[in-house]
């Protein structure tokens, strides 16, 4: 099978360390196996994103030597596409619709796990056709989870399981606004694109059943997954798009693009010394194997 991976950046901000990671990391395992890479402007939030910030991240990975074979439609552009897999969710009863507030879905006695997370309870599931047209407000549109083990090897963080009953409970997947979620559009275009490996920040591990469930449903095939960890400050605070000093826009005007990517590299695990080193020349390091799964604590202070 040939390999494809992509990176499929929100521009909604210049690129963050955390960003410059998960990249290099989907660029490098690859390239490694000969595979191509693609680009995709993940814009569905128009509020939040701009054109210049797409333009500035393009440039960023230029800096970077991130190279990409091709630029996917960015999301922004592919309201009719989406349309087409909602209808057909939609066609086959999978969908319903939810007038739950926002207010009423994160109250303090709504369900959540241990860890925070917020499990659906299936309010509007069943709600009679009298009952919906009693609501005066345009609704959300939630998708019917099986209750089912959703069930991956990750290539970084190794086994995962989640039941998208149990764990997650029906997701929406258009919102009252009209606008699509991210589980839907990033599933339809990764899918489309024929992208074989999806590789990003460890903060969308659990996002990961939701998008096989989707895949299985669109009829795409599964592909290979690898959440990259975190990166955090020695104090174990997590590395954020708050720490303004460490975007490319800073970084870029204090270093080369080789001692940042011999930093985050040598941090990572990825190499034995912390020297400057070209993406390029890291893809005949790259395995997942060196890679560390637990959170990489790196000093911002060695990015002075
Ligand atoms: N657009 C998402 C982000 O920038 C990443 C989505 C993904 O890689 O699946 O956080």
Redesign the pocket.
């Known amino acids: 099978m040939t390999v494809l991976g992509r990176f499929?950046?929100?521009p909604s901000g210049r690129m963050h360390l955390g960003?410059v990671f998960a990249a290099l990391v989907a660029w490098l395992s690859a390239r490694s196996q000969g595979g191509g890479f693609v680009l995709r402007m993940?814009d569905l939030d128009t509020l939040r994103t701009s054109d210049v910030y797409a333009q500035a991240i393009r440039e960023d990975l230029r800096w970077l030597g991130l190279t990409w074979d091709s630029e996917t439609e960015p999301q922004s552009l592919r309201g009719p596409v989406y349309d087409r897999y909602f209808d057909a969710l939609s066609a086959r009863g999978l969908l319903y619709p939810c007038y739950c507030t926002r207010s009423l879905l994160h109250s303090p006695n709504a369900p959540h796990l241990s860890d925070g997370t917020y499990v659906y309870p299936g309010t509007c599931r069943d709600l009679t056709a009298a009952q919906r047209g009693s609501y005066r407000r345009a609704p959300a549109w939630r998708l019917r989870v099986p209750d089912r083990v959703f069930r991956f090897t990750d290539l970084a963080q190794g086994e995962y399981r989640q039941n998208l009953t149990t764990d997650c409970g029906d997701f929406v997947v258009r919102r009252a606004d009209g606008v699509y979620v991210y589980q839907l559009a990033?599933t339809v275009d990764d899918g489309e694109t024929g992208v074989t490996e999806?590789v990003?920040?460890a903060d969308?591990l659990s996002s990961t059943p939701r998008q096989m469930y989707l895949r299985e449903l669109f009829g795409f095939p599964q592909p290979r997954y690898g959440h990259v960890p975190m990166l955090l400050a020695p104090d174990g605070r997590r590395l954020s798009k708050r720490d303004r000093d460490l975007d490319l826009g800073a970084l870029r005007r204090r270093m080369p693009a080789e001692t940042l990517l011999g930093t985050l590299a040598y941090a990572a695990g990825m190499i034995d010394r912390r020297e400057p080193v070209s993406a390029r020349e890291l893809i005949g390091e790259f395995t997942w194997d060196r890679l560390r799964r637990e959170a990489v604590t790196l000093d911002p202070a060695l990015l002075e």
């Open positions: 499929a950046p929100t960003n993940e990033v999806v990003r920040g969308l």
